[in-house]
């Protein structure tokens, strides 16, 4: 059985900031990790961080679909396990956007949990490089 976390959040920015925000390496790096992301199908990348005991820190990915500036989506493999990360992205006008991130592929409600708390960390730096 595969488990899914799904979560929504309303800014106010247009969908083109909120697109940069996904998809360039340097803001991405401001709000999840260092990275050598490349909005591209079949582009291999990696968000790193510092490993622990029990990880050694690195996030591999491959882009899946990219269809700017409304649709995201690629792997997010951690742990032996591999996930698929999709973004949409909905002008919901008079300044406002709706971001929706759906990650499919989970084995146990742990890892389910882990990720919606890491997200819910990350998204107050998503904000901010709106910002930017």
């Known amino acids: ?14 969908i083109e ?8 390496s340097n803001k991405l790096a401001k709000w999840i990790l260092e990275n050598d992301f490349k909005p ?9 961080t510092q490993p622990n005991e029990w990880w050694n820190g690195i ?17 997010w493999g951690v742990t032996g396990e591999v996930h698929t990360v999709t973004w949409t992205l909905q002008d919901l006008g008079e300044g406002k956007v709706n971001l929706h991130l759906e990650q499919t592929g989970f084995s146990n ?3 389910l949990e882990g990720a919606r708390y890491g997200w819910g960390n ?11």
């Open 109 to 111: 409600a742990q890892g």
């Open 17 to 24: 900031k909120a697109w940069s925000a996904l998809t360039d």
């Open 40 to 48: 591209v199908v079949g582009h291999r990348f990696q968000f790193r």
């Open 1 to 14: 059985m595969s488990l899914s976390l799904s979560l929504d959040y309303q800014y106010t920015t247009t």
């Open 59 to 75: 996030i591999e990915g491959e882009v899946l679909v990219v269809d700017e500036p409304n649709l995201l989506s690629y792997t």
């Open 122 to 132: 990350w998204f107050g730096g998503f904000e901010k490089v709106l910002e930017l």
